[in-house]
């Protein structure tokens, strides 16, 4: 049977001499995995179409028995070029890709969960170099909250005290007052009420929020690096993520 959909590449690894086995989210089926046999081949140009970042028309042959599906051809809808060209850009892509590919959507299509990878990156593509952390953030805020993750943040998880600066507990997960914390990531009031915002802010009214200095945003990063880690255990398996945390 063959199937078509848009889909995002998150990743891909050299398998045999001259294929790939690439892992991507697709608008209508989830996470998929595929081999594309000789597309490393020199006159092939399928290999360039099935990079990370790419928005992507994706035909394969499916089989209900295999978890990694034929591929057949592709077409590129959208090439994020300016991520490609920045470093800062490539590591918090690769960072949210993996996110993606580490967490337990499976195989459950949701097109929330595509418009956002795609206009996250979109975003991020875009943007100034000073401004792409705020998409990371809104883009982990709003995949939580879809895994059913949302942070607890306006309450000490411990006393239930009104939290005007909150600490991570690494054991809970959550955010304590200073009379119950035992760490050192610290979010204050400014950072709370910015989570507070993305909760419930479009992606495209983000550009109105950057105003928090810069140890505040690296607060923040910390922050969710920990929390997604501890809701999101496998993200221990992703380089990309665990390298992530030496650079906040």
Do not use: W
Request: proline share 2%.
């Amino acid at each position: 049977m063959i199937y078509s959909t848009d889909a995002i590449v998150l990743n891909n690894k050299k398998f045999s001499d001259s294929s790939l086995i690439c892992n991507l989210y697709s608008k209508d089926y989830g996470k998929l995995s595929i081999i594309a046999k000789g597309v490393r081949k020199l006159k092939n140009l399928n290999g360039a179409i099935l990079q990370p970042f790419n928005h992507i028309q994706l035909v394969y042959y499916y089989k209900s028995k295999r978890n990694i599906q034929t591929y057949k051809e592709a077409s590129i809808i959208q090439r994020y070029n300016d991520i490609t060209n920045s470093y800062d850009k490539i590591i918090l892509s690769s960072v949210m890709l993996d996110i993606i590919n580490y967490s337990s959507i499976e195989d459950n299509p949701c097109d929330i969960i595509f418009r956002l990878i795609n206009k996250s990156l979109e975003k991020i593509n875009s943007s100034n170099s000073n401004h792409i952390v705020y998409y990371f953030i809104f883009f982990n805020i709003q995949l939580l909250i879809y895994l059913g993750y949302k942070p607890l943040i306006e309450k000490c998880y411990n006393c239930n005290q009104r939290l005007k600066n909150g600490f991570f507990n690494y054991t809970s997960g959550q955010l304590e007052c200073s009379k119950c914390a035992n760490s050192k990531i610290e979010l204050n009031s400014n950072s709370i009420r910015l989570i507070n915002l993305f909760f419930n802010t479009h992606i495209d009214k983000i550009k109105q929020l950057f105003k928090l200095d810069e140890q505040s945003l690296n607060n923040i990063n910390k922050y969710f690096f920990h929390y997604i880690l501890h809701h999101i255990p496998n993200m221990k398996k992703s380089k990309a993520y665990m390298n992530y945390n030496q650079k906040i």
